[in-house]
């Protein structure tokens, strides 16, 4: 459990210099940035974020996501799983549009090609006036709010535009056969405590992934570790394999 809290206190740090940080993350800005032909800090941040994913999977989203830092404090008002199903695809609906606006806009755009990862911030610190207070609580209010009305982590199953870099660059990972970072489980140890879903801040139904031998295959499993810390049985750990070999 040492893990997890560990875990908890790098996401509530995250969070807290959100107000530094909020336009790295910021899905508009890097429009605006593109328009100049400007590689900027969330340019930069997503890129890297895919990079990492195709080794790391969405292990960004457990430990070091302000959102998911605020969607987990939000799980103390409203701790019941958000619904999974057709609305999990809603944030790759937003992906695509937002990819395709990005590409638009970066080829009718002007100026020579160039890099600012300190673009629109002062000294690097993104909300400095006090009408960026508006834009940041409304980007809480956006986040919060799904995690308050469906329940766990709701923001990162059906709206987050971040999220998709991560599963994409996972996916590829494993179509080209390389170590990733992902839970194994052994289901022959399991005694269907259900530990393992009341634990998992995705609000993902873990014990029926370890009954399927779905081992490193769900998409929205953020390898946050939860599961295995909690498990009585050691039933679930941590593996850094390619996922075929896992398998044998």
Same mark, same amino acid.
């Given at each position: 459990?040492?893990?997890?809290?560990?875990?908890?206190?790098?996401?509530?740090?995250?969070?807290?210099?959100?107000?530094?940080?909020?336009?790295y993350?910021?899905?508009?800005?890097?429009?605006?940035?593109?328009?100049?032909?400007?590689?900027?800090?969330?340019? +930069?941040?997503?890129?890297?974020?895919?990079?990492?994913?195709?080794?790391?999977?969405?292990?960004?989203?457990?430990?070091?996501?302000?959102?998911?830092?605020?969607?987990?404090?939000?799980?103390?008002?409203?701790?019941?799983?958000?619904?999974?199903?057709?609305?999990?695809?809603?944030?790759?609906?937003?992906?695509?549009?937002? +990819?395709a606006?990005?590409?638009?806009?970066?080829?009718?755009g002007?100026?020579?090609?160039? +890099?600012?990862?300190?673009?629109?911030?002062?000294?690097g610190?993104?909300v400095?006036?006090?009408?960026?207070?508006?834009?940041?609580?409304?980007?809480?209010?956006?986040?919060?709010?799904?995690a308050?009305?469906?329940?766990?982590?709701?923001?990162?199953?059906?709206?987050?535009?971040?999220?998709?870099?991560?599963?994409i660059?996972?996916?590829?990972?494993? +179509?080209?056969?390389?170590?990733?970072?992902?839970?194994?489980?052994?289901?022959?140890?399991?005694?269907?405590?259900?530990?393992?879903?009341?634990? $998992?801040?995705?609000?993902l139904?873990?014990?029926?992934?370890?009954?399927?031998?779905?081992n490193?295959?769900?998409?929205?499993?953020?390898?946050?570790?939860?599961?295995?810390?909690? $498990?009585?049985?050691?039933?679930?750990?941590?593996?850094?394999?390619?996922?075929?070999?896992?398998?044998?």
């Amino acid at each position: 459990m040492k893990r997890q809290k560990i875990r908890r206190a790098l996401l509530l740090i995250s969070f807290l210099l959100f107000p530094v940080t909020i336009w790295y993350f910021s899905p508009y800005l890097i429009i605006q940035a593109a328009s100049e032909h400007i590689m900027n800090g969330s340019f +930069i941040v997503f890129c890297t974020m895919f990079l990492a994913s195709i080794f790391l999977g969405r292990a960004w989203c457990g430990y070091l996501c302000p959102a998911g830092g605020l969607q987990e404090c939000a799980a103390m008002a409203n701790d019941r799983p958000a619904k999974q199903g057709w609305r999990n695809n809603i944030k790759y609906v937003i992906w695509v549009i937002w +990819i395709a606006a990005i590409v638009i806009t970066f080829v009718l755009g002007k100026n020579d090609v160039t +890099i600012d990862f300190l673009y629109m911030t002062d000294h690097g610190i993104s909300v400095t006036e006090i009408y960026n207070y508006i834009i940041y609580y409304g980007v809480i209010l956006l986040l919060v709010a799904p995690a308050l009305i469906h329940g766990k982590r709701a923001a990162c199953h059906y709206i987050c535009w971040m999220a998709p870099f991560m599963v994409i660059g996972s996916k590829i990972g494993q +179509i080209l056969h390389l170590p990733q970072l992902h839970m194994q489980a052994d289901r022959s140890k399991c005694i269907s405590c259900k530990k393992c879903s009341k634990a $998992c801040p995705m609000g993902l139904a873990v014990d029926e992934m370890v009954t399927k031998n779905m081992n490193g295959k769900c998409s929205e499993c953020i390898q946050c570790g939860a599961c295995a810390d909690v $498990c009585p049985k050691g039933v679930i750990r941590y593996s850094f394999k390619n996922m075929t070999a896992d398998k044998k």
